[in-house]
């Protein structure tokens, strides 16, 4: 199975910052990368598709880019309800498989 | 707007079969274009994906689920269902009923709340 390794863990950041969220494959993935967003309680929600296409409805401050093995997520100025957990998935190859997840949280 | 929700137990004794029900709002699981799958979430962790289903009846499980897990679809009820066998502890975790788009990344595009099932007797 692909291993999908996500960095940082845990971070903490204030309204308005530039928070970038990595992901990298433990092989090539070309761009079969999504990324998605989960709120407590909450489903997930497609935010990036293709490693940099923004999902309908997702704002733009939402962006994601990389190829091969690295990824990128990043949020341009954070909002309120940017404060979530934020995961990466490869469909690369069968198992699809996700990252360990990314919690953003308020400093 | 596709609307999934998921129902069935919340409770399932070790050794038996967890079954759940994913119902289809808004679209239809007889048309092309779209798998439809399940996904679950153990405790405070990660995603897994379980596996889907396509409209011909093709099916794509997670291959170390695959000798325990069956998904099915009714399309006279607009309806997906996962069967997992022969559940252990392991198996306790939130599941999620989901859309995949066919080609490209197949992200999933649509989920369901979720329905949170304990394996315990």
């Known amino acids: 199975d692909i291993q999908m390794t996500q960095s940082p863990s845990s971070l903490w950041a204030s309204v308005g910052d530039r928070v970038k969220i990595t992901c990298r494959a433990s092989?090539?993935?070309?761009?079969?990368l999504n990324w998605y967003q989960q709120k407590p309680g909450k489903s997930p929600r497609l935010l990036i598709f293709?490693?940099?296409n923004l999902q309908s409805g997702v704002p733009s401050r939402f962006s994601g880019s990389g190829s091969g093995t690295d990824f990128t997520l990043t949020i341009s100025s954070l909002q309120p309800e940017d404060f979530a957990s934020y995961f990466c998935?490869?469909?690369?190859?069968?198992?699809?498989?996700f990252g360990q997840g990314s919690k953003l949280q308020i400093k | 707007q596709v609307q999934l929700q998921e129902s069935g137990p919340g409770l399932v004794k070790p050794s038996e079969t967890l079954a759940l029900t994913c119902t289809v709002s808004?679209?239809?699981?007889?048309?092309?274009?779209?798998?439809w799958g399940w996904v679950r979430q153990h405790p405070e962790k990660g995603l897994e994906w379980i596996g889907y289903?396509?409209?011909?009846?093709?099916?794509f499980y997670n291959p170390s689920l695959k000798s325990r897990v069956s998904i099915s679809g009714d399309k006279s009820k607009n309806q997906v269902s996962l069967r997992l066998r022969s559940v252990t502890a392991a198996d306790t975790a939130v599941y999620y009923c989901?859309?995949?788009?066919?080609?490209?990344?197949?992200?999933?595009?649509?989920w369901g709340q979720g329905t949170r099932v304990t394996v315990s007797s």
């Open positions: 989901a859309r995949a788009s066919v080609g490209g990344a197949s992200p999933f595009d649509t």
């Open positions: 808004g679209g239809s699981i007889s048309l092309g274009g779209y798998y």
């Open positions: 289903i396509y409209y011909t009846g093709e099916n």
């Open positions: 092989q090539t993935i070309t761009t079969y």
């Open positions: 293709e490693a940099s």
């Open positions: 998935q490869q469909t690369y190859s069968s198992p699809s498989t």
